[in-house]
């Protein structure tokens, strides 16, 4: 059973197109994360939520919109995708807020934009 | 702005090895540590976490410490397999976040 699940792992589209990424997590955490790897492999938080709530929202586009319809579900939405956005997102979870949890990361999701 | 190092960028040494991966973090007030690894193409797996009241943890032939006073942290990989070639990645939280900052990672290369 896979802990931390994302879909799709591959996506390639238009500059202008709006896209979706699925996440899900099996593990009973209530904490859960989008990080994005740019081409140098440099991890970075764009989003997290507690228990549905937004706590954690860095300086990303308002084009991304992350929705938390459950805690065992983080989805992100991305309009108007431009070539910067081309990266891999990876959508983590956690027990606990603040400093309690240890992190478990999804497999990615490979983003082109063309 | 917490912003993690890791040095060597990469490195590459023959099967059997005992090897060090060094993590430094700017701000020193380290509540969480974890180290990951990251095979190509793939996701993160976690290797290690060091809670708040630790210093230490091992696990099989790994072993990590954190020193909080000087914000830096080390992995030690006793010898090496070629197994164990991927990135190696560290990533810390500080008192009060609730978010876990990454270091620039580690490329290492077992040779066989």
């Known amino acids: 059973d896979t802990a931390v699940s994302q879909t799709p792992k591959y996506l390639v589209t238009q500059m202008g197109n709006d896209k979706s990424i699925k996440c899900e997590q099996n593990l009973g955490h209530d904490t859960m994360y989008w990080y994005k790897q740019d081409s140098k492999k440099f991890l970075k938080i764009m989003f997290s939520?507690?228990?549905?709530?937004?706590?954690i929202n860095e300086t990303v586009p308002n084009r991304f919109s992350p929705k938390s319809p459950d805690k065992a579900h983080l989805n992100l939405h991305i309009n108007s995708l431009e070539l910067g956005d081309s990266a891999v997102y990876f959508c983590a979870s956690s027990y606990g807020t603040g400093n309690t949890g240890e992190l478990f990361f999804g497999e990615g999701s490979r983003l082109t934009v063309l | 702005k917490q912003e993690v190092t890791q040095i060597p960028a990469a490195l590459s040494v023959p099967e059997g090895e005992n090897l060090v991966l060094n993590c430094s973090f700017t701000d020193s007030a380290i509540y969480n540590l974890q180290w990951f690894r990251q095979d190509p193409g793939k996701g993160l797996t976690s290797l290690l976490l060091?809670?708040?009241?630790?210093r230490e943890q091992t696990s099989g032939r790994l072993n990590a410490s954190l020193d909080k006073s000087s914000g830096r942290s080390t992995l030690y990989i006793a010898a090496s397999q070629p197994g164990d070639s991927a990135t190696y990645l560290c990533a810390g939280t500080t008192s009060g976040t609730y978010k876990y900052i990454f270091g620039t990672g580690t490329r290492l290369k077992v040779l066989a």
């Open positions: 939520y507690n228990n549905k709530e937004l706590i």
């Open positions: 060091i809670q708040s009241s630790q």
